[in-house]
């Protein structure tokens, strides 16, 4: 069971823990200082001497910052990197501690794999992984005691060797590890590969110069020295503010790269695989040659543009190449104009790339479409597509005036000795618009090139309608959600408002009803009592005009209750219920409401009301006229009609009034509708559906 000691214990140890690995990265880094500063201080020194030196002193200092603000892991693998490194160097020159460097050296490649895993936080992660860097430890040490056993000492080119293999080796879970980062995690793992790429960079090129002009003299000792840029990469890695957009630097950076692997591949392959080494008159030009190849590749890009225009104007003149247009209508839609803006743009680009005479585009439904843009601009009538037609314009492609002879003639009017191309644009099978092209008849030929950019267009063109369908059907909904929750919210206030009123209206005709006959029956009953000793006659008949009020005061409660809601509606249901009002009201009603069980009491009860309402509306306003009530039943619906042969309404004005809204406001609280139609001297009828849970 963990107690409140316990958690509070876990997070000091890991501070304590981390406080000391900072420490130890920070003894590290003063050591790794200490032994460079050592490796420099004898006489006869040379180049690898001073390059050994200054790239143990870059591992030192970027432990040292590490130590202070950046991981405290990854900060003692770098200063043991730096610490392992300043022991190489400082007994590089020293017969005594001959051993001790080659041991020293045997583990650089070991150190190398170690911070490759784990880059960028310090964790290791995996133990496949924690494995590896112990067995990589232990491969060296074993291998620097054979290598220090028989006095043999590896030079900085096997050792350089030694490192790019162990390198490869954690190459697999290091990409792993990148494509699982986020963030800044990421942003330092790509500084750190444009550093790894220059290094490789700068160690190809003096290879190859080594190689081919024998210059310079210390290449393994440059090319180490180019290392120096990884441990400067992962102490500017610790700055948030270094580390944003260098994707696009580690993707330029990387091009370069490999643009030099191919150009140093092919002066190794012609220069010495098809001929003969240079001679040393030979040299200098042959490295001449090799920087003008360096500056032609890294002018390539900038270049091409500008040679890329020169070619598209010497080609198609003064106008744009026709990809011009694909590319200009894509970056407009990413932007917020308007459809129809669009679509003019549109025309206009065509016009202006394809060298056109007109350029329309026509939008609309399959079986309809209306020109909506034309330039120059001009009026057409609608073109109208029939069944036969319109799976075939759908389907077509790029078309020309031969198959608009057959299949749309109608788009042949009015352009006498014309080159046409027509593209559908459609979606999902749906077509919603048409792209037109037009050129005079002695002017230049579509080319493929024109068709295939109308095709891509027409695709683009017929997405973009289609989403505009979709969003103007989406702020449709949201209309009428907002209606609908408008008219909801209308509705509830009315609801409201009806229910106060009718408990206005029950306290009312309590008062002025049933009441004033109960007050009328306690004073006549002490009369009455008053009476019995002195006129017994009397008091017997008071008595029996007592019982003839008590019955009327009955009568008029069942019927205040029964406007409240009638016992018959509950004990038998609609048909026994409309049959009894039916026989309350002073018109001739019939009822046809047979085959019907029971349903929930709020539906019967907004049905019932609902005919009430009909009902006391005819009488009102269409008195003599017979009414008839139907109720039926039909699939998850139940539908009911009151109709009558009065002189009719005005719909409009009547809709308007309480009864409809009264009528609307029930039947809609439960999801159902109501109607009312009447024409003046045919009567009206008022029709309702429910949906039955």
Request: aromatic share 4%.
């Amino acid at each position: 069971m963990t107690t409140l000691s316990t958690s509070i214990d876990r997070p000091v140890g890991a501070l304590q823990a981390t406080g000391r690995t900072r420490a130890l990265a920070a003894v590290s880094g003063v050591a790794g200082l200490a032994l460079a500063g050592a490796s420099v201080t004898g006489t006869g020194l040379v180049a690898g001497s001073w390059v050994r030196a200054g790239l143990v002193a870059a591992w030192a200092m970027a432990g040292l910052v590490l130590a202070q603000r950046g991981s405290a892991g990854l900060a003692a693998v770098v200063a043991g990197a730096s610490a392992v490194g300043g022991v190489c160097a400082a007994t590089a020159s020293s017969a005594d501690l001959a051993g001790v460097h080659v041991v020293a050296a045997s583990l650089i490649p070991a150190v190398a794999l170690h911070l490759e895993l784990v880059m960028p936080d310090g964790r290791i992660g995996r133990p496949g992984r924690r494995n590896l860097v112990v067995g990589g430890y232990a491969a060296a040490a074993v291998v620097g005691l054979f290598l220090a056993a028989g006095d043999r000492v590896p030079s900085v080119t096997v050792v350089s060797a030694c490192v790019v293999a162990a390198l490869m080796v954690g190459v697999s879970s290091a990409h792993q590890g990148y494509v699982r980062s986020t963030g800044l995690d990421r942003q330092r793992l790509q500084l750190l590969g444009c550093a790894v790429a220059v290094a490789i960079e700068v160690a190809l090129v003096v290879a190859a110069l080594r190689v081919l002009v024998d210059w310079p003299a210390d290449a393994a000792e440059m090319a180490a020295g180019a290392t120096a840029l990884v441990p400067l990469a992962i102490v500017a890695g610790t700055s948030a503010r270094v580390s944003t957009r260098v994707d696009k630097v580690l993707v330029h950076t990387v091009s370069a790269t490999g643009l030099t692997a191919v150009v140093v591949g092919v002066y190794l392959v012609i220069v010495i695989g098809l001929g003969n080494a240079p001679a040393e008159t030979e040299r200098t030009l042959l490295a001449l040659s090799m920087l003008a190849a360096a500056v032609a590749a890294l002018a390539y890009v900038p270049a091409r543009e500008r040679l890329a225009e020169s070619a598209n104007r010497l080609v198609y003149g003064e106008r744009l190449p026709p990809d011009e247009v694909l590319r200009t209508w894509g970056t407009r839609l990413s932007r917020s104009i308007p459809m129809e803006e669009l679509l003019l743009q549109l025309a206009e680009s065509l016009s202006k790339v394809l060298v056109l005479r007109r350029a329309e585009i026509w939008t609309g439904t399959p079986g309809r479409l209306e020109l909506a843009v034309s330039v120059p601009d001009r009026t057409a009538p609608p073109l109208l597509l029939g069944d036969k037609e319109r799976p075939v314009v759908t389907r077509a492609g790029v078309t020309g005036t031969a198959w608009l002879e057959v299949w749309l003639p109608a788009l042949l009017e009015g352009r006498p000795k014309a080159q046409l191309r027509v593209a559908p644009a459609s979606h999902s099978g749906e077509l919603l618009g048409l792209l037109v092209v037009e050129r005079a008849a002695d002017g230049d030929q579509f080319t493929d090139e024109d068709d295939r950019v109308l095709t891509e267009l027409a695709r683009q063109v017929g997405l973009a309608l289609h989403n505009v369908r979709l969003d103007s059907a989406l702020q449709q909904s949201l209309e009428n959600l907002k209606q609908a929750n408008d008219d909801l919210r209308t509705s509830r206030a009315r609801i409201v408002a009806t229910g106060d009123a009718e408990r206005r209206k029950i306290e009312r005709n309590l008062h002025d009803g049933a009441q004033q006959h109960l007050v009328a029956l306690a004073v006549n009953l002490r009369l009455t009592k008053d009476m019995l000793s002195d006129d017994p006659e009397g008091a017997a008949e008071m008595l029996d005009a007592l019982g003839d009020a008590v019955k009327d005061t009955i009568q008029e409660l069942r019927d205040l209750a029964h406007g409240i809601y009638p016992p018959l509606l509950m004990d038998s249901g609609l048909s026994e219920a409309l049959r009894a009002a039916a026989n309350r009201s002073p018109l001739m009603v019939s009822v046809v409401a047979d085959g019907l069980g029971r349903y929930p009491s709020e539906l019967e009860a907004a049905v019932y009301f609902c005919c009430l309402e009909a009902l006391q509306n005819a009488a009102k306003h269409a008195p003599g006229a017979a009414v008839a009530i139907t109720l039926r039943q039909t699939e998850g619906e139940l539908h009911f009609t009151v109709s009558d042969d009065g002189p009719g309404f005005d719909v409009a004005a009547a809709t308007a009034g309480h009864g409809f809204v009264n009528m609307s406001d029930r039947l809609g609280a439960i999801g159902g509708a109501v109607e009312w139609r009447s024409a003046s001297g045919d009567g009206a009828t008022v029709a309702g559906a429910i949906p039955l849970p």
